[in-house]
């Protein structure tokens, strides 16, 4: 049982650290093609932002947001491969944060080819999230070791 769960948590996990690894190549200068992608999404934020709070937003640097996000995966996928909680809580915040940016499904009309497109990635997404969340829950009911009663010894006198 114990070498299968380490099995699955590896492959798991290999999904996050594969696609951080591709970001750490790809990012060069100018944070590479996941930073074009976020780019103008992470423009439509800060323009809410500022409508919303006005002039003191700071500015989001798409770098910062597409090193964090590598961040978050690399280290979640590695720490999570080992059982830890923390890594599938930094996996979790990953999700939580980038899912609704990365797959905006819901700004597109449903015959727009783009819907197609994000909605099963955005579902995808969904349910690793959920796989995560079952993880969580499964760590929290298993207790960390069982311990045996020792049977009491009758005393002599």
Request: aromatic share 14%; hydrophobic share 50%; net charge positive.
């Amino acid at each position: 049982m114990g070498f299968f769960s380490f099995l699955g948590r590896l492959l798991f996990a290999s999904l996050f650290i594969l696609s951080a690894w591709q970001m750490y190549n790809d990012f060069g200068d100018n944070g590479g093609p996941a930073a074009k992608e976020l780019a103008p999404k992470i423009a439509s934020i800060q323009r809410y932002l500022v409508s919303k709070i006005g002039d003191g937003v700071p500015k989001i640097d798409v770098k910062h947001v597409v090193l964090a996000s590598m961040a978050l995966k690399g280290l979640g996928g590695i720490l999570f491969i080992f059982g830890s909680t923390t890594g599938a809580y930094l996996l979790m915040y990953y999700l939580i944060l980038m899912t609704p940016l990365l797959h905006d499904f819901y700004n597109f009309e449903t015959d727009d080819p783009k819907f197609h497109a994000y909605l099963p990635d955005f579902v995808q997404s969904v349910a690793l999230f959920g796989a995560i969340l079952f993880f969580i829950g499964m760590k929290n009911v298993l207790p960390r070791k069982v311990i045996k009663k020792k049977p009491l010894k009758t005393k002599t006198t």
